[in-house]
């Protein structure tokens, strides 16, 4: 298990301010280590020298390398309350509250490199479990599950969810999902999909026009059924 950080992370750089330039590479190296070798096979000495700076780095900014892994782990792809702010606000019409809800799924292939790197980093926690995943789950797909439930109440008309609309949800970020956990797929049966220089836009795209279908199709299976589950 990853326990908390020992210490706050000392060097944060506050709003408006460049990032510590150490800190970055080790969070860089700490991404490119831990996503390729996990977290137990990689030593402090192996972050601090492809990070170019010393062991002791570590400590004064992470605490150890727990921490390290921590911040490596959730810092890159932002703070999830931002993201649920985006999609579940309260006037946006369905076409842009689900528009905003696929941008957090395309954040990722717009950091290139970095972005799969986050990516294969969280499969690799999952098959050499530290503690975290099951701590993203709780703490950041669980809640942008129930907010997307909480949306789609709004614009059905529903008092409460019910199975079939949690599974509408799990439906609707399956689409997000197997952009990055299928991607090896996608580059091997038609990599010009990646390769187009608005590649990203064209995802987005394509994830709102079939996400619209999906709540379509379920709208209106509600209404010929009476409304019943």
């Known amino acids: 298990m990853v326990?908390?950080?020992?210490?706050?992370?000392?060097?944060?750089a506050p709003a408006g301010t460049e990032?510590?330039?150490?800190?970055?590479r080790l969070l860089r190296a700490g991404l490119r280590l831990f996503a390729h070798q996990g977290f137990a096979a990689t030593t402090t000495r192996e972050l601090a020298q492809v990070a170019g700076v010393n062991v002791a780095a570590i400590s004064y900014y992470f605490g150890d390398k727990a921490g390290l892994y921590r911040a490596v782990f959730f810092e890159p792809l932002g703070e999830i309350a931002d993201n649920i702010a985006h999609f579940a606000a309260f006037g946006l019409s369905l076409e842009d509250a689900l528009r905003a809800y696929y941008a957090g799924f395309l954040e990722p292939l717009q950091q290139g490199?970095?972005?799969?790197?986050?990516?294969?980093?969280?499969?690799?926690?999952?098959?050499e479990p530290t503690g975290l995943w099951v701590q993203e789950v709780h703490e950041g797909i669980r809640p942008m599950h129930d907010a997307m439930v909480g949306v789609l109440c709004r614009h059905l008309g529903l008092t409460a969810p019910?199975?079939?609309?949690?599974?509408?949800?799990?439906?609707?970020?399956?689409?997000?999902?197997?952009?990055?956990?299928?991607?090896?797929v996608?580059?091997?049966?038609?990599?010009?999909?990646?390769?187009?220089?608005?590649?990203?836009?064209?995802?987005?795209?394509?994830?709102?026009?079939?996400?619209?279908?999906?709540?379509?199709?379920?709208?209106?299976?509600?209404?010929?059924?009476?409304g019943t589950p």
């Not at 490199?113 to 098959?127: A, F, N, S, T």
């Not at 019910?162 to 090896?184: F, K, Q, Y």
Request: charged share 25%; proline share 8%.
């Open 113 to 127: 490199e970095d972005g799969q790197l986050c990516v294969k980093l969280r499969m690799r926690e999952m098959v």
């Open 186 to 226: 996608t580059d091997a049966v038609a990599p010009q999909l990646h390769a187009a220089p608005d590649a990203v836009e064209r995802w987005g795209d394509c994830l709102l026009r079939q996400g619209l279908a999906m709540i379509d199709h379920e709208q209106r299976r509600r209404a010929a059924a009476g």
């Open 162 to 184: 019910d199975d079939d609309l949690h599974r509408l949800v799990v439906c609707l970020s399956a689409l997000g999902v197997h952009l990055h956990l299928g991607r090896d």
């Open 3 to 12: 326990p908390p950080p020992t210490r706050p992370s000392a060097a944060t």
């Open 19 to 24: 990032p510590d330039p150490a800190r970055a």
